[in-house]
């Protein structure tokens, strides 16, 4: 099959890295092809990975891939799914949507077209994570995402879409809630959110507080969990480790890697996405409350 990169960045440049060794590996990528506003950029991407250069748009649909992937900044993702949906299956770096009202244009599409909309969420094949979902009896989450960012803030909209996002859906997935109440504190800085302390109520049995931030002195990626049973451990993103209980010891994964890997399976039909365009509409009706300060969510 043909795989199409639309950006050639840092996190376009991952997956074409990624494609490469999937290829390298198996007969399941035939031909990688890469386009970018910025042509030069574009170009050294295709000769770094022994892609094919797509100058423009236009020769992105002439290039006719199977999947696109789609590695852009933040704020063009939803236009470009909503052209390229017509011409491939997706896979879209978060956020894929800002808006319910365009996830469920997307999901028309998909449904009109038969090709899929898979959201790219990495954490989803961290097996931290994964570990995460298999806890039955959990009371309580409480997750840092903190960093300093040192780039420009209007590239990744706000902090709720660049980190809040990532927890928002691994607690969703490892939940599986039915209804949902929060409340969020948003801290603002140059008009940009940078930080973001968001407090639910699932299903009022089991309650979270997320808190990612942007200006951080610190940098951390951890889950702190409470079991019903009065136990406690942490999960350590940041550093592959965890004191809970039942946790498998694993070598550290590539998850980019696996993700596109699922994305491929999913369109060849030989496996399920791990995450889907409703997936994407379920999170954005919580994200859209984060951003309002609070409310009822019915998932």
């Given amino acids: 099959m043909k795989v199409a990169v639309v950006g050639a960045g840092r996190m376009?440049?991952?997956?074409?890295?990624?494609?490469?060794?999937?290829?390298?590996?198996?007969?399941?990528?035939?031909?990688?092809g890469v386009f970018d506003i910025l042509s030069d950029k574009a170009r050294e991407a295709a000769d770094k990975y022994s892609a094919v250069h797509l100058p423009s748009l236009d020769d992105v649909f002439s290039f006719k891939p199977d999947l696109t992937i789609i590695a852009t900044p933040s704020a063009s993702h939803y236009e470009l799914a909503s052209k390229l949906i017509d011409l491939s299956s997706l896979l879209v770096e978060k956020p894929v949507i800002t808006k319910v009202e365009d996830g469920v244009a997307l999901l028309n599409k998909s449904r009109e077209t038969g090709h899929l909309v898979i959201p790219a969420h990495i954490e989803r094949f961290n097996p931290l994570i994964e570990h995460l979902a298999k806890i039955e009896d959990l009371y309580h989450i409480d997750a840092k995402r903190l960093s300093r960012l040192n780039r420009d803030f209007s590239v990744y909209i706000n902090v709720v879409f660049d980190l809040i996002l990532h927890d928002i859906d691994a607690v969703i997935w490892a939940t599986k809630p039915t209804t949902m109440t929060l409340r969020s504190i948003n801290i603002e800085k140059e008009k940009f959110i940078v930080s973001s302390i968001v407090s639910l109520n699932i299903d009022n049995y089991i309650t979270a507080v997320i808190h990612a931030s942007w200006v951080s002195s610190v940098k951390m990626r951890q889950y702190n969990i409470i079991r019903n049973s009065g136990n406690s451990c942490t999960l350590d993103l940041l550093n592959n480790r965890t004191d809970c209980e039942g946790y498998e010891p694993k070598a550290i994964v590539d998850q980019l890697l696996m993700e596109d890997r699922n994305a491929i399976g999913a369109v060849r039909g030989t496996e399920k996405p791990r995450t889907t365009i409703e997936d994407a509409i379920r999170d954005q009706r919580v994200i859209d409350a984060v951003l309002r300060g609070g409310g009822f969510i019915a998932i």
């Fill in 12 to 32: 376009g440049q991952l997956h074409l890295s990624a494609l490469n060794k999937i290829r390298a590996e198996d007969n399941h990528v035939s031909e990688i």
